[in-house]
Each structure stands twice: as structure tokens, then as C-alpha cells.
């Protein structure tokens, strides 16, 4: 019996252009962005999707947590149980566009209860293959750590956490 191994991939890179006012997923598609803000401590987006199991979406960059945490508003039928979603990276604020590179690892909320890390075989993975350097892997490992941390110790409330270390988040 052979383990299914996940697929290997570059890490994703997405653009976040504040004078066009889109957002260009990795895969190149460009969508117009509804909302952006600038804070100190990061940039929040919120945009329509044409996505089959969501219809909105808001997310905040947070470059010093090497974080991004998301709300997907999703369609009837597609509901899942998570309020925040959360992807490892590094995040870049730049003077006319932020950009993001994913590194594999992904956070589920809920809020109260619970957050579970996700895709580590992604990392483990895209690192064995020579993808995902030694620095930037461990990187990614200890910025999950600390922040499902952070989130358990405020009762797994994302922006209890995020208030406390002055990132007093807002969403729609």
C-alpha cells in the first residue's frame, strides 16, 4: 500500500497593487479589489470572488508575524468550520504593492475551540526537493508554532491574540 504524497510546487506568490487597486493570485488571474487599508502593522483586503465555494474575501497581511489570516465568506453548501484561515509566508510592503510568498503551512481557527496546523507534508515535501531552503523551512515551523501559541493562549481567538501584541485587527 503506497502513502499518497502531495503535489510539489513553487511557493505561491501573489501581488496586492494598491494604485490598480487588484489583487493577482499566483496563478496570474487579476481581481479587483474592493477594499484596501494600510495600517503599521499590516494591509487588509476584502474583494469579491469567483471562486465555487466562496463569494468574499478578506484578508490581512501581517508582514511581522509573517502572517496571513483570512475570512472566506462561502457559498450555501460549501460552509466550513473555520473562522479564520491562516498562511505561513513572507509578506513585503512595498510603496505602490505588497507581495506575498506562501510557505506551504496553513492554520484553521475556531475561534474558541481549536487551531490545527495544516500541510506540513507540503513543507517537509517542497523542502526535500530543494524548493523551500533550510532557513526559510525552519522559518516557516517556528512562526507556526508561535502563533497557534499565541492564538491558544488568548482561547484560540485570533484577534484577542493580535490585540495583544498591538495589532488591533478589523474586518469588514
Given at each position: 500500500m503506497s502513502e499518497e504524497r502531495p503535489h510539489i510546487h513553487p511557493p505561491k506568490v501573489e501581488t496586492f497593487d494598491l494604485v490598480a487597486r487588484t489583487n493577482i493570485d499566483p496563478k496570474g488571474?487579476?481581481?479587483?479589489?474592493?477594499?484596501?487599508?494600510e495600517e503599521p502593522w499590516g494591509l487588509y483586503m476584502a474583494r469579491h470572488a469567483d471562486h465555487p465555494q466562496f463569494h468574499y474575501l478578506e484578508s490581512w497581511l501581517l508582514p511581522d508575524l509573517g502572517i496571513r489570516a483570512s475570512i472566506f465568506h462561502f457559498n450555501p453548501g460549501h460552509k466550513r468550520d473555520q473562522d479564520h484561515y491562516i498562511?505561513?509566508?513572507?509578506?513585503t510592503r512595498g510603496e505602490r504593492a505588497w507581495t506575498s510568498e506562501d510557505h506551504y503551512l496553513d492554520l484553521i481557527v475556531q475561534t474558541g475551540r481549536s487551531t490545527e496546523l495544516l500541510d506540513v507534508d507540503e513543507l517537509l515535501e517542497a523542502h526535500a526537493a530543494g524548493i523551500l531552503d533550510p532557513k526559510t523551512s525552519e522559518r516557516a515551523m517556528l512562526t507556526a508554532a508561535s502563533t497557534i501559541d499565541g492564538i491558544a493562549a488568548h482561547?484560540?481567538?485570533?484577534?484577542?491574540?493580535?490585540?495583544?501584541v498591538g495589532m488591533p485587527i478589523t474586518w469588514r
Open positions: 488571474f487579476v481581481r479587483q479589489v474592493e477594499q484596501y487599508r498562511d505561513i509566508g513572507d509578506f482561547d484560540h481567538d485570533l484577534g484577542a491574540w493580535l490585540t495583544s
